[in-house]
């Protein structure tokens, strides 16, 4: 009987687009229902900040190197997740990374959460060569990092590409984008006061790297790597309140 059924719909050519249609509507609808309501999902966090142009810059190069092929950056609301790596991600941390680099491939460690685990050193080392901090490591080596010194007389319009899909930076931080870049990885040049200035006094100023006189890629992708899960403390708050 079904059967036949079936047979009589793909004979009948209009019959059979409109069931499709009808069939992709409630698809569709299941797909965007959700979105309706998205100002009561999204948590606030009023003191979320945005990444500085060095931040950015490493995070470029941390989607130029693929990294995310091997570490997620989202952590799930499972009990073991949350114990390994903290607060579980919410989707307001996530609110200014375009594109956002969540993943779910992980032959690394999720790293959502890593920002002030580990030192500047450690994270040099470990990008160098990362058998010399954790022998068992199947991480590649990314040496060059540290002999490629970084670009930055693009990074203004990296800034406003992002206004342009909603992160608050503002004409001041976009003329300024490759000064602070330089300022925030050598504290004792005059570049360094106008970043903390535009991007609070929280802002990490010093020589990721470990040399203070030149910018190179290392800078960014550790200044990148040190903010992570520190744009807001939404999640721990969360925890907290939940007593967790
Ligand atoms: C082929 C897969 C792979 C790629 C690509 C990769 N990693 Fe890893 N990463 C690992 C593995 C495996 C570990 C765990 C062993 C270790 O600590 O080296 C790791 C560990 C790490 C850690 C330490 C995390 C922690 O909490 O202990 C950091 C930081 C890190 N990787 C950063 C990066 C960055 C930055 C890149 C890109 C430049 C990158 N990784 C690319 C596999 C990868």
Known sequence: ??????????????????????????????????????????????DMRVYTPLELAGRNIYTREGCYACHSQMIRTLRDEVERYGPYSLAVESKYDHPMLWGSKRTGPDIARLGGKYSDAWHVAHLINPRDVVPQSVMPKYG??????????????????QRAVGVPYTDAMIANASA??????????????????????????RAFDGEPGRLTEMDAVVAYLQILGRLTDAAHRQAAAAGK
């Open 1 to 46: 009987m079904r059967e036949f059924f079936h047979r009589k719909l793909e004979r009948n050519a209009i019959g059979f687009v409109l069931a499709i249609i009808l069939v992709s509507g409630i698809g569709g609808f299941v797909e965007i229902a959700p979105l309706f309501t998205i100002h009561e999902t999204v948590e606030d966090a009023p």
């Open 180 to 205: 602070d870049a330089y300022g925030q990885a050598s504290p004792d040049s005059p570049y360094a006061s106008g970043l903390s200035e535009r991007y609070g006094e929280a802002t990490n100023v």
């Open 144 to 161: 060059w990092l540290m002999r490629n010194e970084l670009k930055t007389d693009d990074l203004g319009k990296h800034l406003a590409a």
